[in-house]
């Protein structure tokens, strides 16, 4: 009975270790990355519909729209 809760006990741990580690990947590397994918999308609209949608952006346009979307979301 004693190996079987000292069983028990070690793959509990073992599940607290591992959710901890998806957690900590998950907020720091997979979220980052696709807020950024998202603003970059946003961003790019964004800086399309200020010249009319030709096709062409100004970068500074591009820039300030990311940037906005990065701070809102809680990147910067």
Known sequence: MKKLKAYVV??????IVILLIAGWF???QWRPVEIRKDCSVIAMDGALKENGNNGRYVQKQYDHYYGVCLQSAGLR
């Open 26 to 28: 998950y907020w720091f």
């Open 10 to 15: 070690k793959n509990k741990v073992w599940i």
